[in-house]
Every structure is written in C-alpha cells, then in structure tokens.
C-alpha cells in the first residue's frame, strides 16, 4: 500500500493539489493499480521475443512525384475569401 506521503510525492510532480479525501481515495486506487500490475512478474518472458507491434502491417510508402496537374490559379483560390489584400487572404491578427 502507497503511503499519504508518497501519494503526495507523486501529486507534487504532477502539479495536482489533493484534498486529504482525494489523498485516501487514490492512495487505495494507486496501491491496486501497482498490485495489479505487478502480476505481471509472475510471467515467465524468458523465451518470448520482443515485438513492437502484433498486426503485421509495415509502412507502405510511396514514391515522392511531381503532380503534372495544373495547380490552383491564386484568383481562382482567393475568389470566395471574405477579405483579401494585394494577392494575398486577408485576416485578423493573431497577436
């Protein structure tokens, strides 16, 4: 079982401030956790291999091409904006 001051600790790095209720309630939670989790020693692992995933799936890539279409023309790109200045769209500032 956590002890109050070790659930504290832990609230401290996070940055969380626990009421003395909140401090019962997850000491009792956190300790379980830990319990549960420790069970996990119990598995013999000796003979698995590790693996980073289980699907099977790879990254599929594909070649970088130029697209041969004609891109967006800039009028034809700035024909519904609200507001637009010298070529360009025009918005509010963000600072």
Same mark, same amino acid.
């Given at each position: 079982?956590?002890?109050?001051?070790? $659930?504290?600790?832990?609230?401290? %790095?996070?940055?969380?401030?626990? #009421?003395?209720? &909140? $401090? @019962?309630?997850?000491? /009792?939670? %956190?300790?379980?956790?830990?319990?549960?989790?420790?069970?996990?020693?119990? $598995?013999?692992?000796?003979? *698995? @291999?590790?693996?980073?995933? *289980?699907?099977? %799936? &790879?990254?599929? #890539?594909? /070649?970088? #091409?130029?697209?041969? &279409? =004609?891109?967006?023309? =800039?009028?034809?790109? %700035?024909?519904?904006?609200? &507001?637009? /200045?010298?070529?360009?769209?025009?918005?509010?500032? $963000?600072?």
């Amino acid at each position: 079982m956590l002890s109050k001051s070790q $659930v504290l600790h832990i609230s401290n %790095l996070a940055r969380i401030k626990l #009421t003395p209720a &909140e $401090v @019962e309630k997850f000491q /009792e939670q %956190l300790s379980s956790i830990l319990d549960y989790v420790s069970k996990l020693n119990e $598995v013999d692992s000796k003979n *698995i @291999e590790p693996i980073s995933q *289980i699907t099977g %799936l &790879e990254n599929i #890539t594909r /070649e970088d #091409t130029i697209i041969k &279409e =004609q891109s967006l023309r =800039q009028d034809a790109a %700035l024909a519904n904006a609200p &507001e637009k /200045e010298n070529g360009y769209f025009k918005t509010q500032p $963000v600072f």
